[in-house]
């Protein structure tokens, strides 16, 4: 078996996001107009998934009573993480500190004009600091918001809000730089310097972990929080006795069709550069969330007679999901498989895992986002293979492609996956206990039986 060179001495090609602040040279670089245009439009379609994207696909499976009340969690969620990430979070996640946290130096975007540059994969190459900034707030905003479909219909509007200011703060941002933040290919001239700038990685990176799209930070982070709510929360009123049946399908088929066109700008943007590596992400991140799709409908339609349209769009997104991480290191035929597999592994997970263990996660964040982030963590070490059609791993020091092993880098997967399991589960846990003992967590029995939209925010979705 090849064997992985250890990532001390090299740095995965396009290990996503992770990008440091460019030293402020007398001569700063000037980006490419193409790439800095792309990221431009990758930002607006990932902001395109959440509001409407996740907005609708969540509001079409609640019960009509409680529409409006999610699209307003997500949508306020979006604004108010935005507003923090500004603050202090770009500035936590990606600046230079320690193994988990970076510093407060470009805290309120200090420092930051428009002539401000970062890194991107490449070296040499460089994006304007503040599109990188903004497409950066897009993904800490979109993770908080997929929480709260776990424990949706029940938990009041100014315990999300509190919730979701000490998760972004305790678990996303530092999980964020533990993962993705690192000093950039040029720092990379030979094994001195490059042994000097991963040490001032974050804890993840050290340890190899691919990500690159956010399989870890955005989709088990979320995941592991959103269970861990939903049994705090405890179950809705009725919950295994009364119908609680999505009241709008084709609202969630809308907001699947927009996660699947906004997940390009996610995926395919997470290479900063408009190059043939992006179009390489392009391609796995189609071919993955169709097939997912067909095998969850096919797995729906053996075991229950029928395939449902409800199906097909969870189906979706689990291949969105599991793809996220590996879509830069796959080839085709590997996001096809990593497909299938996460297809129909969610089916299973949302149905006969959830129905054993008897916890009620509303709309199947840990079933979807959770499980299907750990498949394809795990999965990227596989479909990253050489030998399997992947691109392996890129030695900056060396400027070409290293030896691969699997088994050595499913080490390093597992360390990313337990690492964002525990801290985030713990952070998750606390932060609740918190809430919980400030304002209450969930609403009363006959606030919830009304519905959320009239009592939390008195307006009805539909008059009739």
């Known amino acids: 078996m090849i064997k992985l060179i250890k990532p001390l001495a090299v740095l995965p090609l396009l290990l996503y996001s992770g990008m440091p602040f460019a030293e402020q040279a007398a001569a700063l670089p000037v980006p490419n107009k193409g790439d800095t245009s792309w990221m431009i439009v990758a930002t607006v379609l990932v902001i395109l998934m959440t509001v409407p994207g996740l907005a609708l696909f969540y509001a079409g499976m609640v019960r009509a009573k409680n529409m409006l009340s999610i699209l307003m969690q997500v949508f306020i969620i979006f604004c108010l993480v935005a507003v923090l990430w500004a603050f202090y979070g770009y500035s936590i996640a990606f600046t230079e500190g320690n193994l988990f946290f970076g510093g407060f130096g470009k805290a309120f975007l200090s420092g930051i004009t428009p002539d401000s540059v970062v890194a991107t994969f490449s070296k040499g190459v460089y994006i304007p600091e503040y599109i990188y900034v903004m497409f950066q707030l897009t993904f800490a905003?979109?993770?908080?918001?997929?929480?709260?479909?776990?424990?949706?219909?029940?938990?009041?509007?100014?315990?999300?809000?509190?919730?979701?200011?000490?998760?972004?703060?305790?678990?996303?941002?530092?999980?964020?730089?533990?993962?993705?933040?690192?000093?950039?290919?040029?720092?990379?001239?030979?094994?001195?310097?490059?042994?000097?700038?991963?040490?001032?990685?974050?804890?993840?990176?050290?340890?190899?972990?691919?990500?690159?799209?956010?399989?870890?930070?955005?989709?088990?982070?979320?995941?592991?929080?959103?269970?861990?709510?939903?049994?705090?929360?405890?179950?809705?009123?009725?919950f295994g006795q009364e119908s609680m049946a999505p009241h709008n399908v084709p609202m969630t088929m809308m907001g699947a069709a927009l996660l699947w066109v906004g997940w390009f700008g996610f995926n395919v943007g997470s290479n900063l550069e408009a190059n043939g590596a992006a179009t390489l992400v392009f391609a796995n991140t189609l071919l993955a969330t169709a097939a997912a799709t067909l095998a969850w409908m096919s797995a729906e339609w053996y075991m229950r007679g029928t395939p449902s349209m409800l199906g097909a769009a969870s189906g979706a997104v689990a291949g969105l999901v599991a793809i996220t991480p590996a879509c830069g290191w796959s080839g085709p035929m590997g996001a096809i498989g990593l497909g299938l597999l996460a297809g129909g592994l969610c089916f299973w997970a949302v149905t006969e895992l959830k129905n054993k263990l008897g916890y009620d996660d509303a709309l199947d964040v840990f079933g979807v986002h959770g499980i299907s982030g750990m498949l394809g963590s795990l999965g990227t070490a596989v479909v990253a293979s050489p030998a399997l059609g992947g691109t392996g791993v890129y030695d900056y020091v060396a400027n070409g492609f290293g030896e691969y092993s699997i088994f050595t880098q499913l080490q390093s997967q597992l360390w990313g996956i337990i690492v964002t399991l525990i801290w985030s589960g713990a952070v998750s846990f606390a932060a609740f206990k918190i809430v919980d003992k400030v304002i209450g967590l969930r609403v009363t029995e006959e606030v919830e039986r009304e519905g959320l939209d009239i009592c939390e925010h008195g307006e009805s979705a539909y008059n009739n």
């Open 141 to 238: 905003a979109i993770t908080p918001a997929l929480i709260v479909g776990a424990f949706a219909e029940r938990i009041k509007f100014g315990a999300v809000l509190l919730f979701i200011v000490l998760w972004f703060t305790f678990s996303y941002l530092p999980i964020a730089h533990m993962v993705w933040y690192w000093a950039g290919p040029d720092a990379y001239a030979d094994a001195g310097t490059a042994k000097v700038a991963t040490d001032t990685a974050g804890l993840i990176f050290q340890k190899g972990a691919l990500d690159f799209a956010g399989g870890t930070v955005v989709h088990i982070n979320a995941g592991i929080s959103g269970l861990i709510g939903c049994l705090l929360i405890g179950k809705r009123v009725g």
